[in-house]
Nanobody
Framework: QVQLAESGGGSVEAGGSLGLPCEAA???????MGWFRQGAGKERDRVAI???????RYADSVKGRFTISQDNAKKTLYLQMGGLKPEDTAMYFC????????????????????WGQGTQVTVSS
């Protein structure tokens, strides 16, 4: 029902910045959206989650460095990443859980029902 598409990934040096847009086919959202990442051989972890029209929570590892913003006209969720570190290297995904009134922070990756294809971010030392 909902199509998500991430882009903006690439290779950068440590300390650099990247912006990742997630374009959504749906024109409106009610529920949770989030950015996740999965490094090679690792679990898929939450990066940042947002209740649409509400609060945002960032993983401790990215607080102060990553920022979520929304372009309502384009229906695009952005993840702006700064101060990148080699440990940020991962495949980044955006996801959505619609028509959900509960706590977004209580959801795990497996609870999200819509996913983009992922975009690779590689940070060199």
């Amino acid at each position: 029902q909902v199509q998500l598409a991430e882009s903006g990934g690439g290779s950068v040096e440590a300390g650099g910045s990247l912006g990742l847009p997630c374009e959504a086919a749906e024109s409106s959202y009610r529920g949770c959206m989030g950015w996740f990442r999965q490094g090679a051989g690792k679990e898929r972890d939450r990066v940042a989650i947002i209740r649409v029209g509400g609060s945002i929570r960032y993983a401790d590892s990215v607080k102060g460095r990553f920022t979520i913003s929304q372009d309502n006209a384009k229906k695009t969720l952005y993840l702006q990443m700064g101060g990148l570190k080699p440990e940020d290297t991962a495949m980044y995904f955006c996801a959505a859980k619609l028509a959900y009134g509960g706590s977004c922070t209580s959801l795990s990756a497996r609870d999200y029902t819509y996913w983009g294809q992922g975009t690779q971010v590689t940070v060199s030392s």
